[in-house]
């Protein structure tokens, strides 16, 4: 059973501070691997993707990927309360989501 | 069209009834996947289509669930004979992929919802 975990928070930041969300995956031969965003009563929306070991950065988003320790993470930089929403990590294709952890910016 | 289209946007039907949900993916998108989100969890797979092939059906929750693409563009998901456990939000996405390693862009989803 492919597993894809992550904390279900909700995770409190003040406005402006970096926000990092976690996520780890039980399928070693994982390839690819997203961040989606979904606000209440609305589909997700892709965020970033990543492929490599690494960093990938994208304007105010960096993901991370470290496949040895088979973990992923999302780092929301001078969150906004508009970042308020769940965040789900999901792997692979078809993909395999987590539960999602929610995100709360607070002005 | 610019995204993914379902329709419709919501749907109550009584227990026992069919019920048919449309997903028209975004032009060119050879793979299309259906979700199944119930409430404050994550998207659960269901079934993959490869234009009009249906090559991983793994995630239907029983025979009562049944998909179709026949022409590799349009996708129904039928769900017979209701049941209060088929209550939830159906999602449907499309990648430009095969096999959809290329990120996956989702519809506004059709919520169902069985009396």
């Known amino acids: 059973q492919k597993e894809v975990e992550q904390n279900s928070g909700p995770l409190s930041v003040p406005e402006g501070a970096i926000a990092s969300l976690n996520c780890t995956y039980s399928?070693?031969?994982?390839?690819?691997f997203f961040w989606y965003r979904q606000y209440s009563g609305k589909s997700p929306e892709l965020i970033m993707f990543?492929?490599?070991?690494g960093d990938k950065e994208d304007g105010r988003f960096t993901a991370q990927l470290n496949k040895a320790s088979q973990y992923v993470s999302l780092l929301i930089r001078d969150s906004q309360p508009s970042d308020s929403a769940t965040y789900l990590c999901a792997v692979n294709t078809p993909l395999v989501f987590g539960k999602g952890t929610r995100l709360s910016v607070i002005a | 069209g610019a995204g993914v289209s379902q329709s419709p946007r919501y749907k109550v039907a009584k227990r026992g009834q069919d019920v048919a949900l449309r997903c028209d993916p975004i032009s060119g998108h050879v793979s299309l996947f259906w979700y199944q989100q119930a409430l404050g969890q994550g998207p659960e797979f269901l079934t993959y289509?490869?234009?009009?092939?249906?090559?991983?059906k793994s995630g239907l929750p029983s025979d009562r669930f049944f998909a179709e693409r026949p022409e590799g563009s349009v996708s129904t998901l039928k769900i017979q004979r209701t049941q209060q456990e088929d209550s939830a939000v159906y999602l449907c996405?499309?990648?430009?992929?095969?096999?959809?390693?290329?990120?996956?862009?989702f519809g506004d989803g059709t919520r169902l919802s069985i009396l």
């Open positions: 289509f490869q234009n009009e092939a249906q090559l991983d």
């Open positions: 399928d070693r031969g994982s390839q690819s």
């Open positions: 996405a499309s990648s430009s992929s095969v096999g959809g390693f290329q990120p996956q862009h």
């Open positions: 990543i492929y490599s070991n």
